[in-house]
């Protein structure tokens, strides 16, 4: 069964840190180029970090310096390190996967940064 779980998310005050984790199955996992996604109320869903299946990372400007994405390809993960979190940061997550014309996404984990 192809599928990806998010984890990680929750409540956090500015400036902490969370790390989200996307858990693949059913793909193979070293061929897909991950992606972490995210999407405010009332806004366009966003990229914004995508490690290649060579390990070639980019990051949307808002978060470059603060989130740090990572693969795992023994273990079929993708992680998301969010650091100096802002509220602006708040927002549904998600995590993509894509391979030629396989453009998979999980259901999302919600992330809040508020006092």
């Known amino acids: 069964q192809v599928q990806l779980v998010e984890s990680g998310g929750g409540l956090v005050q500015p400036g902490g840190s969370l790390r989200l984790s996307c858990a693949a199955s059913g793909i193979t996992f070293s061929m897909y180029d991950m992606s972490w996604y995210r999407q405010a109320p009332g806004k366009q869903r966003e990229l914004v970090a995508r490690?290649?299946?060579?390990?070639?990372?980019s990051y949307a400007d808002s978060v470059k310096g603060r989130f740090t994405i990572s693969r795992d390809n023994a273990k079929y993960a993708v992680d998301l390190q969010m650091d100096s979190l802002k509220p602006e940061d708040t927002a549904v997550y998600y995590c993509n996967a894509l391979f030629r014309r396989a453009d998979l996404w999980g259901q999302g984990t919600q992330v809040t940064v508020s006092s």
């Open positions: 490690i290649t299946k060579t390990g070639s990372t």
